[in-house]
């Protein structure tokens, strides 16, 4: 492997000097993410501002078989931008152009360092909307790379759902495009899907043309509080049997409802809560709105209150999105667990009361949360990196669940990635078709030098 200096020199071929940063706070930003994952530093970061830059970063990497890694802001929850062995991180932050808003066919095409917010502020101006909301504020690059989906899912679908198009350089500097334009296509293989997920195991994103949607005319929230949480979960599944084109369901549960009184100021019943938001016209509505109340009154549902103002929408919804930091704030001295599961639906209501189960025999802050309409709950877990026992405790409870769903036919991540904490569970999850990912792994990059230890794990001679 090359030197830092020869590689400094060659990347200093094809980057300004103030693109590339051997800085040891630099590189300590880009060794983590905000997992509990440990870290580990690069031994360069470089900062591209173009497609050319970029493939001109692969060709050194390819030609001195030095590991690369992309990094958008590093909001992952396991592992995924961690470089395990080191190497160059590829920081897309100069990378935040929305290049084409076309609004005649519901389509943007950005670069990978656009974050969400930034590109909804600018699709309004157009009467649009870009949909996938995972709570944190992540670069589009980022959340394709996850295939991350979040509060509207339900709706809306994930980010696979509403990908068009990607440019992306290959391990070996090439540019391809993974699509087009049209809203379907029989022709060749589904290349969208294949990297849409893959986490920067099979190339960088230079460019995403993704589907958007028309702002809606009307927009209604709602918190509805249960004894139990087993009977907000079925009162979840008694609303999409219905066929009520709901566009977010959330659950919290009493621990984590605790948290968003402490963390937001606000005075919330401290009881299992799903928080739901219905988009459409005011009269239609009106009429799913006064379905909805009759089915969770059916589920025992103690309290319901609405919000159509956008201010007290934009409150609840903060508070849901915060809930994460308001665990983390409230807990000095400790780190955040998340687990990430999704199941059937019809084995959601089991799969949370499991988990209950399990946190109760622990003696450490937890809470349940999750995007309940489409299968998928979080376990939000404190503990103490420098206790032993506590950190086993964790991994135990994070085995639980994870075994629970897949027995159920469920994932072991819903949204979150596999990165390095979900890749153990990948021959149980896979089985066969996981010598076939391998495969198109070590086809498309063969020396390994694609974020190498994350998703699969593949051998190599260099290896």
């Not at 504020?137 to 996850?146: E, N």
């Not at 025992?300 to 007290?312: G, K, L, Q, R, V």
Request: charged content about 25%.
């Amino acid at each position: 492997m090359a030197t830092t200096e020869e590689l400094i020199k060659a990347l200093a071929d094809v980057l300004a000097a103030d693109q590339i940063s051997e800085n040891e706070t630099v590189r300590e930003l880009h060794g983590k993410d905000e997992s509990y994952h440990a870290m580990k530093l690069p031994d360069i970061v470089v900062f591209p501002k173009n497609t050319e830059e970029v493939s001109a970063v692969m060709k050194v990497s390819d030609r001195f078989d030095v590991p690369v890694v992309p990094f958008g802001l590093g909001s992952s929850l396991e592992g995924h931008v961690i470089p395990a062995k080191g190497g160059i991180t590829i920081d897309f932050s100069l990378m935040d152009r929305v290049l084409d808003v076309r609004a005649e066919d519901f389509l943007v095409t950005v670069q990978p360092g656009v974050t969400r917010t930034k590109l909804n502020k600018e699709l309004k101006k157009h009467g649009l909307f870009f949909s996938v909301d995972p709570g944190a504020d992540a670069t589009l690059g980022g959340m394709v790379a996850t295939n991350a989906s979040g509060t509207t899912s339900v709706k809306y679908g994930v980010m696979r759902d509403q990908v068009r198009d990607l440019e992306v350089v290959l391990a070996d500097g090439t540019v391809i495009h993974t699509g087009n334009l049209a809203a379907k296509s029989a022709s060749g293989l589904h290349l969208n899907g294949l990297f849409v997920g893959s986490e920067g195991i099979l190339g960088c994103f230079t460019e995403i043309t993704l589907r958007v949607y028309g702002i809606p005319e009307f927009m209604m929230a709602a918190r509805a509080s249960f004894p139990t949480v087993h009977d907000a979960v079925e009162a979840v599944v008694s609303i999409l049997q219905a066929g009520i084109p709901i566009a977010r369901v959330e659950l919290v549960d009493e621990m984590s409802m605790r948290q968003v009184n402490a963390y937001a100021d606000t005075d919330y019943a401290e009881r299992p809560t799903l928080f739901l938001e219905f988009h459409g016209n005011e009269a239609g509505l009106a009429q799913d709105v006064e379905f909805m109340k009759d089915i969770v009154a059916d589920h025992s549902c103690e309290d319901i209150a609405f919000e159509s103002d956008t201010a007290a929408r934009n409150q609840l919804w903060d508070a849901r999105h915060n809930l994460a930091y308001s665990y983390i704030t409230s807990n000095p001295g400790k780190k955040l667990m998340v687990t990430d599961v999704c199941l059937p639906i019809s084995e959601l209501a089991g799969a949370v009361d499991h988990a209950r189960d399990v946190i109760s025999t622990l003696d450490m802050p937890a809470g349940i949360v999750g995007h309940v309409g489409d299968g998928n709950f979080h376990v939000l877990l404190m503990m103490d990196m420098n206790d032993p026992d506590e950190i086993a405790k964790a991994d135990e409870l994070n085995e639980k669940i994870v075994h629970y769903a897949l027995e159920r036919g469920g994932t072991c991540t819903g949204e979150h990635g596999v990165g390095t904490g979900k890749q153990k569970y990948q021959q149980q999850e896979h089985g066969e078709s996981l010598l076939v990912m391998q495969k198109i792994k070590q086809a498309l990059d063969p020396k390994n030098l694609l974020n190498p230890g994350k998703v699969i794990s593949v051998e190599t001679e260099a290896d």
